[in-house]
């Protein structure tokens, strides 16, 4: 069973920045990718940012350039750096990852971007 429990979120003003950070259980972290979505209301669950058990990193064209995955395997943790965000970033920010065949979620963390 694999665990995801996500923290972080809050409330910024537009061009602030905060980091997210997603606690994993279980020894096999370093093995397998992990993701950050997210899902506005309306809207459907996008991609964020994606890391590879070696660091090799995509993101959505949206954040490029604003946003940064990355891990620490040693803490079974990901991060998100988010910096200069927009009001358009609000959204429930979730950590996933594939084992087994199986998607993994947790819960969410809240980020609203509001002046």
């Known amino acids: 069973q694999v665990q995801l429990v996500e923290s972080g979120g809050g409330l910024v003003q537009p061009g602030g920045s905060l980091r997210l950070s997603c606690a994993t259980s279980g020894s096999i972290f370093s093995i397998y990718a992990m993701g950050w979505y997210r899902q506005a209301p309306g809207k459907e669950r996008e991609l964020v940012a994606r890391?590879?058990?070696?660091?090799?990193?995509n993101y959505a064209d949206s954040v490029k350039g604003r946003f940064i995955i990355s891990r620490d395997n040693a803490k079974n943790t990901v991060y998100l750096q988010q910096n200069s965000l927009k009001p358009e970033d609000t959204a429930v920010y979730y950590c996933n990852t594939l084992v087994g065949g199986k998607n993994y979620w947790g819960q969410g963390t809240q980020v609203t971007v509001s002046s």
């Open positions: 890391i590879t058990p070696y660091g090799s990193t």
